[in-house]
Nanobody, 116 residues
């Protein structure tokens, strides 16, 4: 399993920006894919963005053009830059890592609240 620690959540006004970071306990070169999910109150957890070892990136339609996922191999982190935030982006954001050997690992989650 991979240990993941998220940071960067908080409260922001609509139209503002936040940057989430996820630090992995080992080299991200050894991880097949990493990503961010979110879960709003009363809703199912949904994929926000992901990046795999081939640098292929996927975004949810709702965040395309506003969010950017990136990896920092030297720091073993995956970041999520979130711009033009809207109240509907309010959720707990979870970092996840997938390896063929261990399956999926999850971070503890970080709260993002966007006020109108």
């Amino acid at each position: 399993q991979v240990q993941l620690v998220e940071s960067g959540g908080g409260l922001v006004q609509a139209g503002g920006s936040l940057r989430l970071s996820c630090a992995a306990s080992r080299s991200i070169f050894s991880i097949n894919a990493m990503g961010w999910y979110r879960q709003a109150r009363g809703k199912q957890r949904e994929l926000v963005a992901s990046i795999n070892s081939g640098a292929q990136i996927t975004y949810a339609d709702s965040v395309k053009g506003r969010f950017t996922i990136s990896s920092d191999n030297a720091k073993n982190t995956v970041n999520l830059q979130m711009n033009s935030l809207q109240p509907e982006d309010t959720a707990v954001y979870y970092c996840t890592a997938y390896t063929l050997r261990s399956g999926s690992s999850w971070g503890q989650g970080t709260q993002v609240t966007v006020s109108s």
